[in-house]
């Protein structure tokens, strides 16, 4: 028998299965037990985060036989079929090979017929922003005063594209990211009912790498499974998981702190040197800023982090070495690297050249902040000596960019940042700038 992933195997079967949407799960329940079920629904959110799982709930819970029910029971024939997208009363479309009027057409003209054994007959249309401007049109009166057998539910990622004249005719539900601790849960619970151990490691960085997707953490964890290993280790995951342990991140960050650009470049070069890509690498790297920022505006208050809770100490000590602003001007720093390193036939060089900039990220602080004194203040009780005026072409006048002996002015107190390139364009994003204002020392 063809072997099933576990995405397909652990969908949610029932409103109190879905994982992270809670409150759309109970407004639901209500709506079925008070009979306001609306005729068209438009479910919005990321993917895998439960929009065509609730469309097909919702599906069983109208249509089955002992329904309509907040609470089906997923085992008669109709519930099965559903589950399965076998059902002949509830029509699964592919928004994307179906955007044109023609097929918009049909479907009108299939709605009129009453379902064949069901109570309703319910369209199911997937990813629902690729129909197109005419199609939607087409749709709009059938979708305002449908049959009273037809129900419509919309599931999209880009609800931006969704026509206003659409949203109007339906109930929206957005579907938020789940939460990282819902998911570890999740793949706990899975991992039980599989035989299988896991170091909380590795299940704590499968929730993290799944960005508030199931779908994706439950694809990562069938990968790792797929070794036939009746154990998962960090040893395991750092082989097939996309992201190196959190403590290269941290050594990284500390020789930064320590304004050591060749320990920098080091950890950098160890990290790619075992065989991570450039963009996981930037990923990887504004994760652990992001949590550097968020611990350093938070203070106290961690709930906010994504990183391990061993890791959260070191976090929280890097943190407050330095001001949020500082953290998150890094971030624009990792980012215009990610973005350029793209689309560059040297990333490398680019890579290197940011963590030399990550190094004098403590040298860094607001223009607006006052710079230190370059010249000794005069006296309060020595009256300032008045200015006198020197013409241009008179050989006492002393050029603004120049000392009095003639030699060059030295601008280095206020070296501006933006004569880095990888940063020029990300510090566009900032109405505070950050310079160097650091005092050169005196010879």
């Known amino acids: 028998m063809a072997y099933t992933v576990l995405a397909?195997?652990?969908?949610?079967?029932?409103f109190d299965e879905l994982v992270g949407q809670e409150a759309i799960a109970t407004t639901l329940k209500n709506a079925i037990t008070s009979g306001r079920v609306a005729h068209a629904y438009l479910f919005t959110g990321?993917?895998?985060v439960g929009k065509?799982?609730?469309?097909?709930?919702?599906?069983?819970?109208?249509?089955?036989?002992?329904?309509?029910?907040?609470?089906?029971?997923?085992t008669c024939s109709i519930c099965q079929d559903i589950a399965r997208g076998e059902d002949v009363d509830v029509i699964e479309i592919d928004g994307a090979?179906?955007?044109?009027?023609?097929?918009?057409?049909?479907?009108?003209?299939?709605?009129?017929?009453r379902p064949a054994r069901a109570r309703f007959k319910i369209y199911i249309i997937d990813e629902v922003h690729m129909i197109s401007t005419s199609a939607f049109n087409a749709l709009l009166k059938t979708l305002e005063e449908p049959p009273e057998?037809?129900?419509?539910i919309f599931a999209t990622t880009e609800p931006n594209k969704v026509p206003i004249t659409i949203q109007s005719r339906c109930q929206r539900f957005d579907f938020k990211p789940?939460?990282?601790t819902k998911i570890a849960e999740q793949i706990n619970m899975i991992l039980k009912d599989e035989k299988i151990e896991a170091d909380p490691a590795v299940v704590d960085r499968i929730a993290r790498l799944a960005n508030g997707s199931m779908r994706d953490a439950l694809s990562l964890l069938d990968q790792l499974l797929s070794m036939g290993k009746k154990k998962l280790t960090p040893e395991l995951a750092d082989q097939f998981l996309p992201v190196p342990p959190v403590e290269q991140y941290a050594q990284l960050i500390q020789s930064a702190l320590d304004r050591d650009p060749a320990g920098v470049l080091r950890q950098a070069d160890a990290i790619l040197g075992a065989g991570t890509s450039p963009g996981d690498f930037c990923s990887a790297l504004l994760e652990y800023l992001r949590d550097l920022m968020v611990a350093a505006a938070c203070e106290a208050d961690t709930d906010l982090l994504y990183a391990p809770q061993n890791a959260i100490p070191k976090i929280t000590e890097q943190a407050k070495q330095l001001k949020p602003l500082n953290w998150a001007y890094a971030i624009t720093i990792i980012e215009e690297l990610a973005r350029a390193?793209?689309?560059?036939?040297?990333p490398r060089t680019l890579i290197d050249a940011a963590m030399v900039t990550l190094a004098a990220l403590g040298d860094l602080v607001g223009i607006d902040q006052p710079a230190p004194p370059t010249a000794t203040p005069t006296p309060a009780n020595e009256p300032a000596k008045k200015k006198s005026f020197t013409p241009l072409n008179s050989p006492g006048h002393t050029p603004a960019n120049t000392e009095p002996n003639g030699a060059p002015k030295d601008f280095s107190p206020y070296r501006t940042a933006l004569a880095e390139p990888i940063v020029r364009k990300a510090l566009d994003l900032f109405e505070g700038r950050l310079v160097d204002v650091k005092p050169v020392p005196k010879k």
């Open 8 to 14: 397909r195997r652990y969908r949610s079967r029932n």
């Open 46 to 48: 990321t993917r895998g």
């Open 52 to 74: 065509t799982s609730t469309a097909r709930i919702l599906a069983k819970a109208l249509n089955c036989e002992k329904g309509p029910t907040p609470d089906p029971d997923s």
């Open 97 to 113: 090979s179906n955007t044109g009027v023609d097929d918009i057409r049909q479907l009108r003209s299939n709605a009129i017929y």
């Open 149 to 152: 057998h037809v129900k419509f």
């Open 178 to 180: 789940i939460p990282k």
């Open 341 to 346: 390193a793209k689309f560059s036939e040297q």
